[in-house]
Structure formats: C-alpha cells, structure tokens
C-alpha cells in the first residue's frame, strides 16, 4: 500500500443548484446557457461535487448532463 502524506484537502461542494433543465432554473437566469458554459463556470469556481436539483422529475436531459459533468471530474448527484 502507498502511503499519501498530502494531509486535509477542501473541496467546495455545492448540493443544491438549480439547473437549465430544472422546472425552476432561477427565474430565467439560464436563458441562453449551453451545458458547456455551466460546466465552463462550475470548473471556474472549482466545484467538485454537485447536487442538480429538480423537485419534480429528471429527464434524459438532466442525466446527460449529469454525465457531462462526471466526465469534467465533477462527481454529481441527483437531487
């Protein structure tokens, strides 16, 4: 087994955001976004776990997203 001597690391984490493809995406503050410029601005602000939220229900949409964002090294939850 290696040994990791790095110590504490802080990730910020973000567990409940509202998204482009969310019923309620923040009174139409993702008007015009893509989904590379929320991932864009996710890994600006080093993000490095995310809660998508949508209170009713998720589409292929919002799961493909969700892979967007994995494959960006974002872990990402369903929320």
Not at 36 to 46: M, Q, S, V
């Given at each position: 087994?290696?040994k ?24 139409a503050?993702?008007?015009n976004?893509?989904d ?11 993000i ?12 292929e ?6 892979e967007?964002?994995?494959n ?8």
């Open positions: 087994m290696t990791i001597n790095r110590g504490s690391e802080w990730l910020k984490w973000d567990l409940h955001v509202h998204f482009p493809y969310s019923i309620i995406s923040g009174n503050s993702y008007n976004v893509t590379d410029d929320f991932i864009k601005k996710l890994c600006e602000e080093k490095s776990v995310i809660g998508l939220t949508n209170y009713f229900k998720f589409t949409e919002d799961y493909k997203l969700a967007k964002l994995r960006h090294g974002i872990s990402t939850f369903m929320n």
